[in-house]
């Protein structure tokens, strides 16, 4: 597999994800949730098809294209998470993201390559492997459901047309205050807004496109929000 970087250009513009891929993040928390009636193996299958498309999303993100082999590495190392966390539990997500870098990391020091090349398809396929394997801690993460909403209201607030900081905090407080109506305690649903909010905005940089907004514009709040729900949990006990 040849991973190639995006030629260099001269500036990186910031265009954000807009409505319509709000409207699809919504729609995937909606679909966790629904899934969560179905318990932990229900919540495994939602997941698997958000980590699919984080995959998906990232490489192209990176200028990195079609890049299959990279993608279908990247997705499984999510599934795998998955698998582990089913098994057992933190320490099995710990191990499943362990041995996901090393796999990583012995394909591409033996990837014949140019250096700096190697060094880039390493960092996106390694922080790739770490962004779908994390996804798995929603699993271990309580108030999931409440994580969700949070998610889809802060990134759709997140798209009103509002100038300067006030757009991101209003939609971090109402996004927040809609989890803990929920049920959400106060400190998971902080977390989980920040990073759907994080996660819009990373995929707002690397030359964004339309394919970029409707996959990693999707897919990335909740992929970032994820492990900080889990935190959150952690955080009240």
């Known amino acids: ?14 265009v954000e994800p807009g409505l319509r891929p709000a ?6 928390c909606a679909l966790l949730a629904a899934a969560t009636l179905g318990g932990r193996y229900g919540l495994t299958a939602g997941l698997m098809v958000a980590q699919g498309l984080t995959a998906v999303g990232w490489f192209r993100l ?19 998470a998955d698998a582990a966390v089913l098994a057992g539990g933190a320490a099995g997500l710990a191990a499943a993201l362990g041995v996901g870098l090393v796999v990583v990391l012995v394909w591409q020091t033996f990837r014949p390559a140019d ?12 922080s790739g492997v770490l962004l779908t394997g994390l996804m798995a801690s929603l699993l271990l993460a309580a108030h999931v459901p409440a994580a969700l909403l949070v998610v889809a209201v ?17 939609a971090a407080l109402l996004g927040a205050t809609a989890g803990v109506l929920a049920g959400g305690p106060p400190a998971l649903a902080g977390l989980a807004v920040v990073g ?8 707002s940089y690397d030359f964004p496109s339309r394919f970029v907004h409707f996959t990693a514009g999707v897919a990335l709040p909740l992929a ?11 955080l009240i006990g």
Request: charged fraction near 10%.
């Open 1 to 14: 597999m040849v991973l190639t970087a995006a030629p260099a250009k001269s500036a990186t513009p910031i």
């Open 23 to 28: 409207l699809l993040t919504a729609g995937l």
């Open 62 to 80: 990176h200028g990195m294209w079609p890049a299959r082999q990279g993608i279908a590495g990247v997705a499984l190392a999510g599934f795998a």
């Open 115 to 126: 250096p700096a090349e190697r060094f880039y398809a390493l960092t996106v396929l390694g």
């Open 154 to 170: 802060g990134t759709l607030l997140a798209t009103a047309p509002v100038s300067g900081a006030l757009g991101p905090v209003a």
């Open 196 to 203: 759907a909010l994080v996660g819009r905005r990373v995929a």
């Open 224 to 234: 970032v929000a994820a492990p900080l729900a889990w935190l959150g949990s952690r």
